[in-house]
């Protein structure tokens, strides 16, 4: 009878989400534009967080019941005057790595705001949401993290040189303090506990702090966010330290296996016991195709096994193999499946989806749903600047993937533009957008702005589409689905990879308009916008 009832449940799972379940799992677990991650466990729940510099909502979160299907639920930032990101906020700047703790009944995300305000922490009973205004906490440096010990007690973890000494070059470090949770604030004084695994580390930041087997474990990112990315762990009989590199120290890197290994730039970690005590570490890498990496840092899993090394428990990453692999045995947990999200929206909701983000903060409301349709309001913003323009978009996830959307739009004079773009950042993205009497396919490589291609084209209604695979592109356009014509030649969208655009952040795609710097009361509206992966099987 009871495998007659498991049996039941593994068809509805099947059945509902359309997955088989498989032994293995497939890294990256999140693609596209997902780094810095970290993870807490509550009961049989899993929440994992990332970094979104400018990019509004700010903080996502995941949920997961197996560490390898995640689903979206929702943001730490999602009101605009919750943590107000400056107007001209530059690329890359903003909300950089976040930690996400649980105790006690409450949810905590700890990050720093750059170019604004610094650290700061805020709560919620729900992951979910809604997040608690922040509390800000006045110190230095970036990518806080907090551990609470079995005595109650809360230390704060953070990246900085407090100690002023620069012995050599690119010094750094993690320090630690107490915080009072009750008073939001700091207390006592600071303590230095590394500078890093030997005395040439650089970029030493990223600090966790985990306790086991009543040895304190300090885990930290070290040689920077490229190709010399990697974790290192340190181990002390005292919280305050002193905190002593392992020797098989860096415990994770990808560094050592060359410039041709396609998963690169691995670190910046964080490690989840399971409720069946396995360990599991979730980190960023980024991977590589043709000499490019598209889809910029990614959430990457793999197994962690505690051996015992002088005394104290060692975190074996990946053992036997000691790197990422594409595809291995997933955790021992019961396989738990979302529904996927629909490849087209078609704007039939009161909100935005979840996908949807802004580029910065929308202090006033230029868009609306109405009537089935996205209606967005030209505005004199464009996406050359450090500016909230009316651009609305997604990740792109995948290697290969099209993305296409239905717009209405009737340009009254020829400041106005309305279409479709990829952008990575101010001065690295396509735009396909309709004119009064074109269309116009522009490309932005390194702040040199390029006209492609243009087309006469008077119609209100147009199909636009961009089909990627990894650094090529097309873009057409048509009167229907069914006769899509393609403008100008093959894109190159490595100028939205990490080795042309660098930077934090990731690639997107999503709808624009603009009067490029003039005042109008035009407005496009989208009937719908579809993504799609077209290699889901590899990618």
């Not at 996502?60 to 107000?84: A, C, F, M, T």
């Not at 996406?383 to 296409?404: G, W």
């Not at 190159?492 to 005042?519: C, H, Q, R, W």
Request: with cysteine; hydrophobic share 35%; net charge neutral.
């Amino acid at each position: 009878m009871k495998n007659t009832y498991l049996f039941f449940l593994y068809l509805i799972a099947t059945v509902s989400f359309g997955q088989t379940v498989s032994e293995n799992y497939k890294n990256p677990i999140i693609s596209g534009f997902y780094p810095d991650p970290s993870i807490c466990r509550v009961g049989d729940d899993y929440y994992m967080v990332n970094s979104s510099f400018e990019w509004y909502p700010g903080m996502p979160i995941h949920h997961s019941k197996d560490l390898v299907n995640w689903e979206l639920i929702g943001y730490g930032l999602s009101r605009p005057n919750q943590v107000e990101l400056p107007v001209g906020l530059k690329d890359s700047r903003g909300i950089y790595a976040v930690t996400i703790r649980h105790h006690e009944g409450l949810f905590y995300l700890i990050t720093t705001c750059v170019n604004c305000k610094n650290n700061f922490y805020v709560t919620a009973s729900n992951p979910a949401g809604p997040w608690s205004d922040p509390v800000w906490l006045g110190s230095r440096g970036i990518d806080p993290s907090l551990f609470w010990d079995e005595d109650g007690k809360c230390y704060y973890t953070g990246h900085a040189n407090i100690t002023g000494a620069n012995d050599w070059p690119e010094k750094n470090g993690a320090w630690i303090q107490e915080l009072d949770t009750k008073q939001g604030k700091l207390i006592g004084e600071p303590k230095q506990i590394t500078h890093g695994h030997a005395k040439n580390a650089r970029w030493t930041e990223g600090p966790h702090l985990y306790k086991k087997d009543g040895k304190y474990l300090l885990l930290v990112a070290e040689g920077g966010t490229g190709f010399h990315h990697g974790v290192t762990m340190h181990h002390s009989d005292n919280v305050w330290g002193p905190y002593i590199p392992f020797h098989s120290n860096p415990v994770m890197s990808h560094r050592q296996l060359g410039q041709d290994f396609p998963i690169h730039s691995v670190g910046h970690a964080d490690l989840i016991q399971t409720q069946n005590n396995e360990w599991w570490s979730v980190m960023l890498g980024k991977r590589k195709k043709e000499e490019f990496s598209l889809l910029a840092r990614e959430t990457f899993l793999t197994p962690v096994k505690f051996e015992n090394e002088e005394g104290y428990p060692i975190p074996v990453f990946n053992p036997g193999v000691g790197h990422l692999l594409m595809e291995q045995k997933r955790p021992n947990l019961p396989w738990t499946p979302f529904k996927k999200v629909a490849a087209r929206d078609e704007f039939d909701t009161k909100d935005l989806a979840l996908e949807w983000n802004f580029l910065r903060t929308p202090y006033t409301k230029w868009y609306a749903i109405e009537k089935g349709a996205l209606n967005l309001q030209l505005r004199p913003e464009i996406l050359d600047s450090l500016v909230n323009p009316s651009y609305i978009a997604r990740r792109i996830q995948h290697h290969k993937f099209e993305a296409s959307t239905y717009l209405l739009f009737d340009a009254k004079n020829v400041n106005e533009q309305a279409g479709i773009a990829v952008y990575r950042n101010s001065t690295n993205h396509i735009q396909l957008v309709k004119e009064k009497n074109d269309l116009v396919l522009f490309a932005t490589k390194k702040g040199k702005r390029q006209e492609m291609a243009r087309v006469p084209f008077k119609g209100k209604e147009v199909f636009l589409k961009i089909e990627g695979d990894n650094i090529r592109s097309t873009f057409s356009y048509g009167t229907s689905e069914s006769n899509y014509k393609i403008i100008g030649d093959i894109q190159d969208l490595s100028i939205v990879s990490d080795e042309v655009a660098g930077g934090f952040s990731g690639p997107y795609v999503g709808m624009y308009a603009t009067s490029n710097g003039e005042k109008t009361k035009g407005i496009a509206s989208f009937n719908w916008f579809e993504y799609k992966n077209l290699n889901k099987e590899n990618d």
